[in-house]
Every structure is written in structure tokens, then in C-alpha cells.
């Protein structure tokens, strides 16, 4: 039997069936849609999540000249009656505007026209058709040129292949508000929002050749900016319990996939960087990541997890609400990093515009984008809220760090008074400096494992150090009997200093535990580190770290 393939970066369901790749079956999705039937349905679900594959499902089980084959052996397969009466039997029209992504509105139009081109083009045979006026013939060419009305563009293809196939036609729309983020960072939201709402408007309401249609997408705009000329849209986020098994990997697809694939012991480490997810009432993991994950177990010998869903997309907006929190939000964001939940009332059907706002909507944005789950919904609307898992985790400390070292270099003054210490000897002095900047930290530091806390202040030594120029930094390097944690030689005065890190668990081990630092040096003999270079001196710190304090140890 052939070695089935990780579907990495396909989106197209035909290719899927047809090249022995491995396919979670979501097929289920074509029956609850039928059965909850809506003329406008929007899901949205995080980037990563299996949208894509869905819609492009989609198109393929309804689409008039299908290859009915691909569904063989697929759950809806098992719904003959309906099969017979929908498979293969409606036209489609599918676009993606995932790449509507201009830097102006103009160029951010003619991306929009070049799908519709696109589209229109694989129907230009429809010119010859005896069905169609010579009105719609004419516009036929035109948005095959590129030269119509865009605003009516959906609309007018949607009359052509109504009147050509005599059924009325299904409209999917992938990514609906990615045009909408790219004009909002791009300052031509208000141009966007006009265009999105004439076309939506045009094509999905009181369109009599509309039969029903599906828009997929991250986050959930207001009604009142884009749909406000629509009636009543169905709107299945993340935290309905329609359609909640469809998008993403349930536990039993998971478990069953690692069985199939011969990587069932590696349940444990899945569950824990990948799962944790909650849409509605399924416990969900994130596809983009199993699928990476089993691809690289089953290829390579490297079995440490990787970020995949993190690395696979913008997190400028993790740094953006770590510049704008206050004191508590980076308090609650700390208790999130800890593994507790934070209870919030959330606003699900933003705009672009009014994310930054309010300080309360930033827990909306990291819901919706997949940054924080929910544990609990409560019956005045509010949720717990939590980190989903370990991948996540690391992306809020990373973020965190980064703009934590940041704050302390934008503090000129304080940096020069903490060289200026740490140069002399000035332990009482150095300790000060760590304690404010320590102060100015998020919480997290209450919480998570050993490994976590140590790793923290390590880094935020080397990140104070490395600003320095004319210094060597070096970090865990073999010294002696062992592994200094931080080296630092002045390459200009030839002044070496050799500093170890220690985490206290109560306060009043901190000066016990400085001094066991000091020990570490000693006993070790880290100063052999420096016996090709004989500097002028070497200075030993020995630092322990408790919550927002230290203890700073000199010889």
C-alpha cells in the first residue's frame, strides 16, 4: 500500500481524494448544512482550521459535472437520498479573497477583479450559449476583461449561470474580511467596507438566482458595516454548538489518525501543544498542527514540537496588546500564562476599526483569532477564558519577553545606572535596578514550572547585557567542571564577570540561594573559561530571583 501523504498547504479537496493524501472526513458538514438551511451562512473559525478544505468540499459535492467518486467511502456518501438530489446539481460560484491584499484601495480593487476574472473566465463558453441574451452575453465579456460593474459582479454571473443551467446557484466566499484587515492596516478601510457591503449586497440579497450561500472567515464584522443590507444571515462562530465538530480535529479523529499512521505514542505530546480548543461544545486540536506534526515524525528523527500554527502566520497582534495593557490586563494575561482563566465579557461582532478602542476588546480579538478558548459560558454572556495550549503558551511568552526587554531599553537612564553598578560592584545598587524593572513585569512569574521562571530572568540579564557595545555575551557556555549561565567580557578594559541564576521558591531563601550561585562558581571552576585570555579581573555574581524581587551576591 502506498504511503499516504500529509495534505501540508492543500486547499483543494479534488486533489486531496485524488493523490493519496490523508483526509479527515468532514463530510458530514454537506448534511447539517442542508438541513439547517439559510440563504447567508458565515462560519468563522481561526486561520488554520480547515475553512479552505471545507468550502472547496463543497464546491465539489455540489457542482454541476462533479466527479462523484471522490465521495466514495466519505460519511455523506451514506445519504443516498440526498446525494441523488443535490450532488452534482447546481452551479457554483467559488472565490477566495484571501489574496485581496493591496497596499492601496486601487490595487486592492484590481486584486478583487482578477478573482472575479479568474472565475468568470472558466465559464467564457457561455457566450455561445442559445440560453442567454445578448445583455448577458455582454456583461459575460466584460468580467472576463475585467471592465463590468464590480459591485454587481457576483450578482450578474450569478443570473448567467441561472439562466444557462436553469438551477439556481450556490455563492462561496472564502476569507470574506481579509480585504478588510489588509485596508484597515493599510488606511482604506472605509473604501473596502463601501465595496465588500455593495457586493454582498448585490449578490446575496433579494438575488432571485441565488439558492443558498456560505462565507468563511476569521473574524465576525458588525452587521451594521458589512451585512447591514442582508436579512438575517446565519452566523456560527466558535462558540455555537452548530456545526462545532466540522472545523478542526476532534479528540476521536486525532487518536484515530495517530493509530492509522503508526504514531500512537505520541498521543501525549499531541494533546498537549495542539489540542485544548473549545468551539461550541467539541473539544477540538488545531489541524494545521497534527498535520505538521505527523508529517515531521513520520519523516524525520526530530521529535520536539514545534510552533507550527504560530509560525504559520502574523503575531503582530500578541505585541500590539502587549504595548497598549495596563498593569491589569498584563496582570490577567499573566494569570493566563499560569494556566488559570480569566472571566470576560466578550463582543463577537467587531470592527476593524473598533478593535483597539476599548482596552475590554482585546479579549475579543484573541478569542476569535484562536489565542484564548473559553472553558465556561455564563448566562449574562461572559466566558472563561483560557490559553488553549503549550504552542500557544510559548507565543505569549515569547511576545511578552520581547516587549518587557523592550520597556527596559527605552529606559536610557536606568540602563546606565544598572552598568554602572553591575561594572563596579555595586551589588546593593544592581539589586535595585532588577527590582524595578522586575516590578514593571507581567505576573506571570507567580505561576508555571521551574524551567519557565529560571528562563525568564536568564533572559532578561542577557537582553539588559547584550545592549551593551564593545561587550562579549555568551549564554550556557561550557565553563570548567560546567555550564556558566552567563559570561560577559568587557573586550575594551579586558574586565571578565561570570553570573549565575538561581530561582527562590519563598523570599526568604533569596539570600541563601545568591549565595549558593556564588558556591556554584567556586566549586565548578568557571573562571577556567577565561584561562586564554587573562583578564585584568573577573567579577562573580551570584542572583536569585523571587516573583518581582531579587538578591544580587558579589566577590
Known sequence: MEKLRMPIGVDDFGKLRTNNFYYVDKSGMIKELLENWGEVNLFTRPRRFGKSINMSMLKYFFEIGTDKSLFDGLTISKETELCEEYMGKYPVISITLKQVTGATFAAAEQNLWEQIMAFADNFNFLIESDRLSARDKRNLQKLCNGTGNLDASLKQMSEILYKHYGKKVIILIDEYDAPLQKAYENNYYDDMVGLIRQIFGYALKSNDSLFFSVLTGCMRISKESIFSDLNNPKIHSISDERFDEWFGFTEEETVRMLNELGLAEHYEVTREWYDGYRFGGQDVYCPWDVINWCDQLLNTSDRI???????????????????????????????????????????????????????????????????????????????????????????????????????????????????????????????????????????????????????????????????????????????????????????????????????????????????????????????????????????????????????????
Open 305 to 555: 514540537p514545534q510552533n507550527f500554527w504560530v509560525n504559520s502566520g502574523a503575531t503582530d497582534i500578541i505585541r500590539q496588546i502587549a504595548e497598549q495593557s495596563d498593569s491589569i490586563t498584563r496582570d490577567q494575561i499573566g494569570a493566563l500564562i499560569e494556566g488559570r482563566t480569566v472571566r470576560m465579557n466578550l463582543v463577537q461582532d467587531l470592527t476593524y476599526r473598533d478593535m483597539m478602542d476599548q482596552p475590554e476588546n482585546i479579549w475579543s480579538i484573541l478569542y476569535t483569532t484562536g489565542y484564548l478558548t473559553h472553558r465556561t459560558r455564563y448566562e449574562d454572556g461572559s466566558y472563561d477564558l483560557s490559553i488553549p495550549n503549550r504552542e500557544v503558551k510559548n507565543i505569549f511568552m515569547t511576545k511578552i519577553d520581547a516587549w518587557f526587554t523592550a520597556k527596559i531599553l527605552e529606559d536610557e537612564d536606568g540602563l546606565k545606572e544598572f552598568f554602572a553598578a553591575f561594572t563596579s560592584g555595586d551589588a546593593e545598587t544592581l539589586e535595585d535596578c532588577l527590582n524595578y524593572h522586575l516590578g514593571e513585569s507581567v505576573s506571570y512569574l507567580d505561576g508555571g514550572n521551574y524551567e519557565d521562571k529560571e528562563t525568564f530572568y536568564h533572559g532578561l540579564l542577557l537582553g539588559m547585557l547584550r545592549t551593551r557595545k564593545g561587550w562579549e555575551i555568551k549564554s550556557e557556555r561550557e565553563a570548567g567542571n560546567g555550564r556558566a549561565d552567563i559570561i560577559a567580557f568587557n573586550l575594551r578594559k579586558k574586565d571578565a564577570y561570570i553570573i549565575e541564576v538561581k530561582y527562590s521558591k519563598k523570599d526568604k531563601d533569596l539570600n541563601a540561594d545568591a549565595q549558593e550561585a556564588i558556591d556554584q562558581i567556586n566549586r565548578l571552576r568557571y573562571d577556567q573559561y577565561f584561562s586564554q585570555r587573562s583578564p585584568k579581573s573577573i567579577r562573580h555574581y551570584g542572583i536569585a530571583f523571587c516573583l518581582k524581587q531579587c538578591r544580587v551576591l558579589t566577590e
